[in-house]
C-alpha cells in the first residue's frame, strides 16, 4: 500500500470512529470518575471551565446530539492533526539531498 | 482517566507541571531521531487516531466505562519521545477544546499520559522484545500486553499523585484498590485495542512500525540475495 493511501486510509478510519462511532460510546463515568464518586472525592472536581463552544465534545447551537457530538469528534481530530503533524514535521531530521522524493 | 481540576492542590498540579514540561523539552529531543519525512505524517495520523479512539469509551460493567490511553499504541507505532509529544497534543486540545480533562490539570495528565503510560508501554514493550525471539508476529501481542501493563501502572501513578495533593480526606488504601481494579480490566480494553491496530498496520505497512523495526531488520539479512539498496534510502 503506498504512504498516501495508507495516511489517507488511516484518517479516514479515524473520522469514522470520532464522527460516527462515538456517538455509541458509553456515557458512564470512566474509571477514573466513578472511583471518585465511589470512594468520595468526586465532588472535589471544579467543573466551572467547563464552557466554551466544544465542551464536552458538543458544538454548542447544534441541536441534534448525533451531529453535535460527530462535529466536535472531527473538528477534535483535524485540529490534532494538524497540531501533531505540523510539530513532527518542524521536528524532523530532513534528508540532505531528495528533498522532494517520497 | 482525564484528572480534572480540583482533585489535587495546587503546589502538586505545579510540581506536574514542571514534570511535563521537563518531559516535553526531553520528548522534543529525542522526536528528532524518530522522525524523518517518511515517520512524520505518520506521527500526525497516531495523534488523530488516539484523540478519536479515546472518545470511544467502552463499559466495563457496573456503571463505568473506560478509553483507550494510547501510551503503548503510539510508542510502538512512532516510537516513545514522538509518542509522548503526541499524547501531550492530544491532551491539550482535549482540555482547551472539549473541556475534557482540567487545564490546571494539564500538567498532571501530560505527566501520566505521555511520561508515565508511554514510558511503561514502551519499557514492557522493549524488555519483552529482548528476552523473546524477534518475530514479526510478536509485535502485536508485545504491544497488547504492555498496553495492559501501562493502564494500572498509569492509574497507580494517579494515586502516587493523589497521596501527595489530593483535595479530599479519603483513605488512599481505598484510593490504590479501587482505582487498580478497576484499571486492570480497562487494560484489557487497551491491551485488546492496541493489539488490533498494530496488527492492522503491521500487516499493511510493517516499514511504518517503530517496534516492528528490529525483526524487519533480522528478515531482510535472511532473504536478501545481493545487496541492492531497495528503496531504503534515507
Redesign the interface.
Known sequence: ?K?RT??LT??V???L??GV??YY????????E???E????G??????????P????EVNGVDDPRLSGGL??V???????????????A?????PR??DA? | MHVPDGFLDAPTSVATGVVAAAGIAIALRGARRELDDRTAPMAGLVAAFVFAAQMLNFPVGAGTSGHLLGGALAAVLIGPYTAALCLAVVLLVQALLFADGGTTALGTNITLFSVVAVGTGWLVFRGLQTVLPTRIALVPILAGVAAFVSVPVTAVGFVGLFAVGGQAPVALGAVLTTMVGWHLVIGLGEALITALVVSSVVATRPDLVRGARPALAQRTLEIRQSPTAGGAVS
Do not use: C
Open positions: 500500500m504512504t495508507f495516511l488511516g484518517l478510519v479515524a473520522l470512529l470520532g462511532a462515538s460510546a458509553s456515557t458512564h463515568p470512566d474509571g477514573l466513578h472511583v471518585a465511589q470512594v468520595g472525592f465532588d472535589t472536581a471544579d467543573e466551572s471551565a467547563a464552557d466554551g466544544l465542551a464536552d465534545y466536535a469528534g473538528i477534535g481530530i483535524l485540529v490534532t492533526l494538524a497540531i501533531a503533524g505540523g510539530l513532527a514535521l521536528v524532523r531530521r530532513r534528508a531528495d528533498a517520497d
